[in-house]
């Protein structure tokens, strides 16, 4: 199976700072179709984790453009630019290419 | 409108078997794949399985042994059954289909 490892496990920001999450594959994310299925999500607190990114770099309706993905192969980053208070929660990445599919252990966002 | 709607028992005895309905509205299951993730409190999404549009599934190797998924299209429903269940099966059982999450069912594993 896909193992996604995310670092860090935890960020403390200052609203206003960047912030940048790494999540790495043990294998290479992208499918015969030649696209490449890895995702984010965020979740907060007692709620379902809601869709960020897809295919690494499009962002989901209505997530706003502080919200980049970038990446390739194995090796993909979300960077969220000028932090606000509702960025604050877990972030999660997730493939798709491969079954079964598989989450990264997430990285908690939370403030200085 | 995509939704998904995730229906069960809230409370299950361990080593019985564990039987979810997601209703899903807004789209033809003989379209798109609906999946299946869980959730223990206070951890992170494990993704659990898929029902694909052709009717194949795809299952967590950790859960294949006890997991099934099934379908109904003329009722617009997907099942989870699982079997043998033990405490640390206790979370929230979610159906998605791409971005669109259900709102999630609390199953507990108790006696």
């Known amino acids: 199976d896909v193992v996604l490892t995310q670092t860090p496990v935890s960020l403390s920001v200052t609203l206003g700072d960047q912030a940048s999450i790494s999540c790495r594959s043990s294998q290479s994310l992208e499918y015969s179709d030649g696209y490449t299925y890895l995702e984010w999500y965020l979740q907060k607190p007692g709620q379902s984790p809601q869709l960020l990114i897809y295919e690494v770099s499009n962002r989901f309706s209505g997530v706003p453009d502080r919200f980049i993905g970038s990446g390739s192969g194995t090796d993909f980053t979300l960077k969220i630019s000028r932090v606000e208070p509702e960025d604050l929660g877990v972030y999660y990445c997730f493939q798709a290419t491969h079954d079964p599919n598989t989450f990264g252990a997430g990285t908690k966002l939370e403030l200085k | 409108q995509v939704q998904l709607k995730e229906s069960g028992p809230g409370l299950v005895q361990p080593s019985e078997t564990l039987s979810l309905t997601c209703t899903v509205s807004g789209f033809s299951l003989t379209s798109y794949s609906v999946s299946w993730v869980r959730q223990p409190s206070g951890k992170g999404p494990e993704w659990m399985g898929r029902m694909w549009y052709d009717g194949d599934t795809a299952y967590n190797s950790a859960l294949k042994s006890r997991l099934s998924i099934s379908r109904d299209t003329s009722k617009n429903q997907v099942f989870l059954k699982m079997n043998s269940l033990q405490t640390d099966d206790t979370g929230t059982y979610y159906c998605?289909?791409?971005?669109?999450w259900g709102q999630g069912v609390m199953v507990t594993v108790s006696s």
């Open positions: 998605t289909r791409d971005s669109a």
